[in-house]
Nanobody, 113 residues
Framework: QVQLVESGGGLVQAGGSLRLSCAASGSILSINVMAWDRQAPGKQRELVAVITSGGVTNYADSVKGRFTISRSIAKNTVYLEMNSLKAEDTAVYYC???????WGQGTQVTVSS
């Protein structure tokens, strides 16, 4: 099982940007899918963005055009670039590798309006 550690969360004003990082304990080259989820207070966890080993990406409609998922094979890291942040993006963001059953501990993102 691969260990995942998120970083980069924080407090930002609406309209601002943040970049989240997810560092894996081993090579991500062989991991078929990496993803970012989020969970806001009182709401169910939702899938935000996905990237496959072939570099194909997909996004939730709510973040399409504002968020970008990417990865660095050399750094064994997956990123989530978040732009034009809104108050409704406030949540704990989790990195996970669905095919490995691995989850990070989460990082808090708070967007003030």
């Amino acid at each position: 099982q691969v260990q995942l550690v998120e970083s980069g969360g924080g407090l930002v004003q609406a309209g601002g940007s943040l970049r989240l990082s997810c560092a894996a304990s081993g090579s991500i080259l062989s991991i078929n899918v990496m993803a970012w989820d989020r969970q806001a207070p009182g709401k169910q966890r939702e899938l935000v963005a996905v990237i496959t080993s072939g570099g194909v990406t997909n996004y939730a409609d709510s973040v399409k055009g504002r968020f970008t998922i990417s990865r660095s094979i050399a750094k064994n890291t997956v990123y989530l670039e978040m732009n034009s942040l809104k108050a409704e993006d406030t949540a704990v963001y989790y990195c996970h590798a669905p095919t490995r059953g691995s989850w990070g501990q989460g990082t808090q993102v708070t967007v003030s309006s």
